[in-house]
């Protein structure tokens, strides 16, 4: 187990099968004085058998749902169910139930305790952990949110057996991002491993998947509130994630967009001549592993043209009066905010992820 | 000055004509990079003399306003004006303002700095202070919200030479449960002070109302996040207050309310023989100057009979698994929570609102 603690708040973490019983038991909870929120997929697969005693509170699948009005449903129904202040909810999903549930958890009666069943790989190594909870507007991801820490989060492999490969390649985006952020053995290992992921998680799985999610929370730990720059280095490949996955109307999956914003960040660290290990190679053969793309699909070339990514980029959370900044790999273990002046360089990176590898170079 | 601390968050605390001027310069904020949010009305009084520079984004007044559609056409605002994540917010108005523009604060980009400049007595004595801000759902008042401290607050008697008769009264209501939970020479002030408020608060009233913030601000500081019980004895007067709001679908002012809330929670607190001192003569004489009710509206008996009373309770933040706890005065000066078993006493002393003065009696 793992603490982490988020201003006067701490999160308890474990890892390992069957965990999320080992926190209730710790928390002192059961299940019938508890409220599951999730989407109508995670609730058919696991409902049976995870928790079937409480109460479920489910809307549909998809980023699609992760909005104000899903939210403002979940209150309703908390309320007309009779949920007080101190029935604790249980966010049982993929990122986007986490984010969401984490929301209305945070702001149903002013905060209600919370605990994170992430089911999903990008949810366990990202959305799961560190406090950050939100929902998007129709101008973009996550502009409404909180940093409203869990009381606990359960990294558990079983929930892993019914993802499907895509959705592998979305949660081993954040990994590699983990891993190119952390450098070392951490990205030495994920290059070297090639599982049949059909089988499940084997045990370097296992090992990597929560060494990657330790990298996450030692980052956290440091800047909670992302107050001194260190947490904004998690952002790494996220500004244009964020810019691609608004300009496409969220046709482009979330993993995909990191995939390329990776990929962008290192060639505008190159163009910049900030890169001193070029590892666009590696990268690329992980990306093509893990079915992640290393272009923009033609068919998304036309909404996510310069002048939306422009707009999309002038909104990140990170833009202040108008200056970009970006986090940029200049090696596996050193990555670093930089304000980018001038918009070509950006133009060019970007306009790289349309065209064939490597297109710009320094 | 006053600091107030919460949680790893401190507000500091300015009284005084023009100190929100003192605050900004405190913080090195200046008008042309704020965003103030206001209602129409407070900005028609305002906005000439008073921020102009500032960016300003406002909804139509009243209690009925404070909802989610106001609060996601504020945050829509606040994106296409590009207001970035440094930018402070400044609520400036009434309670209904301060909660609302403190919530889109407090989740806008997960939260921008918040300063507080309330407009009303009512506002300056409890809804800017103390970090709770929040929004009404269809089912109830506050049902949505956060604990998050403004960076400052301002309590400017300047605001008041525009505040209607009415509305010194809808304050009152509050400096009188301040009253009622300080006691002693607090209290002793408030009955024997009787201004001519047309023409403004005298001296004395500016230092009742720094001592009642004072109270307020003691108690939040003792246990910011109502944890310890200790910040629910603020709740005095409240829980019924909010049952008559709800079951009158909000004609009932929240101050009426709260001073029929008072007078209730007097006399459920004699039925359950636990007053020890019996101020409920003087309670009705302070009523009755400040224009408050001491009996519930002929017109509005129906929509607060007690079937529907009892429901509103039955949703109160502090019923747990359907005990309700009420806040029950035993003298000026000793206030305490107390779990109430048995709806009888309860119903006897809310109908006791309806009919004649001290009808219920230990």
Chains 1, 2 share one sequence.
């Not at 129904?77 to 029935?87: H, K």
């Not at 994170?116 to 949810?123: E, K, S, V």
């Not at 952390?182 to 089988?199: E, T």
């Not at 050193?334 to 360089?345: C, K, P, R, S, Y």
Request: hydrophobic share 40%.
């Amino acid at each position: 187990m793992v603490s982490l603690k988020v201003g006067d708040r701490t999160t308890e973490i474990r890892f390992g099968p069957g965990c999320w019983r080992e926190l209730l038991s710790d928390f002192g909870w059961t299940a019938e004085n508890l409220t599951v929120i999730s989407d109508e997929r995670v609730a058919e697969l696991w409902k049976g058998s995870v928790l079937s005693e409480a109460l479920w509170l489910t809307f549909p699948p998809g980023e699609g749902y992760k909005t104000l009005s899903s939210a403002a449903q979940l209150w309703s129904s908390l309320v007309s169910e009779g949920c007080y202040r101190g029935r604790p909810i249980i966010a049982l999903g993929g990122g986007v139930v986490t984010d969401l549930a984490g929301f209305v958890a945070a702001t149903y009666l002013r905060g209600v305790p919370l605990l994170n069943i992430p089911t999903t790989l990008l949810g366990m190594v990202d959305a799961a952990v560190g406090g950050k909870v939100g929902l998007d507007l129709p101008e973009g991801k996550n502009l409404v949110g909180a940093f409203y820490p869990a009381r606990g989060v359960a990294i558990d492999p079983t929930f892993l057996s019914t993802l499907g490969p895509a959705l592998w390649g979305q949660g081993m985006a954040e990994v590699l991002k983990h891993g190119l952020i952390k450098g070392g053995s951490l990205w030495a290992r994920l290059n070297s491993w090639r599982p049949d992921i059909r089988k499940g998680l084997d045990p370097l799985g296992e090992e990597l998947l929560e060494e990657a999610v330790k990298v996450k929370i030692q980052v956290v730990s440091e800047d909670p509130f992302e107050q001194s720059g260190k947490r904004a280095l998690l952002n790494l490949g996220h500004t244009f994630a964020h810019a691609l996955e608004w300009s496409s109307n969220y046709a482009l999956p979330h993993g995909d967009a990191v995939a390329l914003g990776l990929l962008g960040s290192m060639r505008l660290s190159r163009r910049l001549g900030r890169l001193t290990e070029d590892v666009e190679e590696d990268l690329c053969s992980l990306l093509d592993f893990w079915g992640l793309p290393s272009r923009l699909p033609e068919q998304l070339k036309f909404d996510c043209r310069w002048q939306r990514i422009q707009l999309a980029l002038s909104r990140d959370k990170k833009t202040i009066a108008g200056r970009l900044t970006f986090i940029l790999p200049k090696a596996p273990g050193a990555v670093e905010a930089h304000e980018v002046t001038g918009l070509d360089f950006i133009r060019e990176a970007f306009e790289s992820l349309g065209s064939v590898r490597g297109e710009v170079s320094a």
